[in-house]
């Protein structure tokens, strides 16, 4: 049963920080490259951050580049979502997600999604 797990989310002041964390299995974690994407009230899914199956090779949409860093560990199939100097705007549920493809920027393109986490921040 292929499960994606997510953790970390919660109530920040904007200007905090929080770590988001996903814990893949049911898969073979490293063949899959991993994203993550966010959906406030009333809009559209949108993409926030992504990585290749190898380290270092990253996007960032651009609301949050400089500001949030992905990474992974594929010794223990986990994905992580660093935010810093987090905006009011930041608030979404987020959620962690998978794909074989190559599409980075899709919501549509990635196969296997977590079930979300809520980050709310507070000005």
């Known amino acids: 049963q292929v499960q994606l797990v997510e953790s970390g989310g919660g109530l920040v002041q904007a200007g905090g920080s929080l770590k988001l964390s996903c814990t893949a299995s049911?898969?073979?974690?490293?063949?899959?490259?991993m994203g993550w994407f966010r959906q406030a009230p009333g809009k559209e899914r949108e993409f926030v951050a992504t990585i290749n199956r190898h380290y270092g090779s990253t996007n960032y949409a651009d609301a949050v580049k400089g500001r949030f860093t992905i990474s992974r560990d594929n010794a223990q199939n986990t994905v992580y979502l660093q935010m810093n100097a987090l905006k009011p705007e930041d608030t979404a549920v987020y959620y962690c997600?998978?794909?074989?493809?190559?599409?980075?920027?899709?919501?549509?393109?990635?196969?296997?999604w977590g079930q979300g986490t809520q980050v709310t921040v507070s000005s």
């Open positions: 049911g898969f073979t974690f490293s063949s899959y490259r």
């Open positions: 997600a998978a794909t074989v493809g190559t599409a980075s920027y899709l919501p549509s393109r990635y196969e296997y």
